[in-house]
């Protein structure tokens, strides 16, 4: 396995950039996932490791090594698509162990065989590998896609959103088994995600981007506690942030205009009045939608709750950020 590292990268289609001086490192034997709406350039990230794009200017490196000019197979690398790209005339097992067959790995048969074998049996599709790729559904062809790629042993595996089109069910069961798999082999992985709870779960470091910007980066758990802006700040947590007036629960820090409040920082029994506008009760929890002086709000209470919808609660926030005018944090 190896680093990856972006220095500077900037890349434009026509009038349009993609990224913006990216500079980035992908740790070696890491779980980095990029967070973003559609357009942050997220994918187009994961090009420029690739290979599949070469970025306008800056530089990308593998293990060390300078990616300038090499092709995707010469970088040693495995891609997992949105949309998967099977051969429809192959059996799953022939799709699986093509990258096995290429010239230049000369993988002896049986451990080509062992291989498919132990990846289909932690995909959970041991009982298609006879099948046509035309014979799939949509999950079942995601996971030979995904099998495709972990039966191989390349330096980084790339990974946009390779579990969107699956059942929940399955998501999650592959959500674990995709990190089990990434820590035992140490194995890097860069992957691409709309899904706050992929990033939470599986990340050792997420990267948020922003109209092409690295706007921060850290683990997890640092994002989620100490966001750099709000725009940061609701990239992480589900439910989303509270963003209200900074002054909406009293006095406010010197050129905060913005308060940020997350479900769990809002105390409740004391403080002022808030009238709840519904409850949703979600097994393990309770969310409450509230209305304090005429703005909403949402929080978070135990799943046996008796308040409903028409009762009063006092609230105070608990360690609130705070962002100045341009959406950043103020310390």
């Known amino acids: 396995m190896a680093e990856v590292h972006l220095q500077t990268v900037t890349k434009s289609f026509g009038a349009q950039a993609a990224l913006r001086d990216v500079t980035m490192t992908v740790p070696d034997g890491s779980f980095v996932v990029l967070l973003g709406p559609t357009g942050a350039g997220k994918t187009t990230l994961l090009r420029m490791v690739s290979g599949l794009d070469a970025p306008d200017s800056g530089a990308v490196t593998i293990g060390g090594i300078a990616m300038k000019g090499l092709t995707p197979a010469q970088r040693n690398v495995a891609m997992v698509f949105q949309q998967y790209s099977l051969y429809p005339h192959l059996t799953v097992r022939e799709n699986m162990e093509f990258p096995l067959k290429s010239p230049l790995l000369r993988t002896p048969r049986a451990e080509i065989d062992r291989k498919v074998d132990e990846v289909a049996e932690i995909l959970q599709i041991s009982h298609k590998l006879n099948n046509k790729a035309t014979a799939l559904s949509g999950g079942e062809m995601q996971r ?18 390779p579990l969107s089109s699956l059942d929940a069910k399955l998501r999650a069961d592959l959500r674990v088994e995709l990190k089990n798999i990434q820590a035992n082999l140490g194995a890097t992985f860069l992957y691409v995600t709309h899904d706050q709870i992929e990033a939470m779960t599986m990340a050792t470091h997420v990267g948020v981007l922003d109209h092409g910007r690295l706007v921060q980066f850290g683990t997890p758990r640092e994002i989620y506690e100490h966001p750099v802006s709000i725009y940061a700040a609701g990239r992480l947590g589900q439910p989303h942030i509270n963003i209200l007036p900074a002054d909406l629960f009293g006095p406010a ?12 920082q809002i105390l409740q029994g004391r403080g002022q009045d808030s009238l709840v506008k519904r409850v949703e009760h979600l097994g393990d929890q309770t969310r409450l939608h509230l209305s304090f002086h005429n703005h909403d709000l949402v929080t978070v209470t135990g799943a046996h709750t008796a308040l409903k919808s028409g009762d ?7 360690r609130p950020f705070y962002f100045d005018a341009t959406g950043a944090r103020i310390p």
């Open 144 to 161: 030979v896609s995904i099998g495709r790629a972990l039966v191989r042993n390349p330096a980084v595996y790339l990974m946009d959103e």
């Open 312 to 318: 009063i609660v006092k609230i105070q926030p608990d």
């Open 253 to 264: 820090p010197p050129g905060a205009v913005k308060i940020g409040l997350r479900p769990e």
